[in-house]
């Protein structure tokens, strides 16, 4: 089973749907903004791609802008801040396997598949 944490609304993250669905991989898509990550879970996300907490923030984002940019945040408070602000998440995250890899561009997913 191959995850996808998904928004349609962006056009990376419906290019790595499709390119999945190319890939005729079995596919369970998470809607993140509707049904978001559990502080556990996006800790275990982080730790499958491997990087640190702030490089999975859209810092080019208002409510980033607005409430957080100026402010050090450990890595507790950022992954508790994308939990409370789903927006935040970057996307798309593909999982399988226990690896996870950012869409960012697409093809990103082919070295998991």
């Not at 999945?20 to 791609?49: A, G, R």
């Not at 935040?88 to 697409?106: D, F, M, Q, S, T």
Request: glycine share 2%; charged share 30%; proline share 6%.
């Amino acid at each position: 089973m191959t995850k996808i944490y998904h928004n349609p609304r962006c056009s990376k993250s419906r290019q790595t749907l499709a390119l999945l669905e190319d890939k005729n991989e079995n596919i369970e898509i998470i809607k993140y903004l509707d049904d978001t990550p559990t502080i556990k879970e996006l800790s275990e996300v982080i730790k499958m791609l491997q990087i640190a907490p702030i490089d999975l923030v859209r810092t080019g984002e208002s409510i980033w802008k607005e409430q957080f940019k100026n402010k050090q945040l450990n890595n507790d408070e950022l992954i508790a801040t994308m939990v409370k602000y789903p927006k935040l998440i970057e996307r798309p995250i593909v999982i399988k396997n226990g690896k996870a890899v950012l869409g960012r561009p697409p093809e990103n997913v082919l070295d998991i598949l």
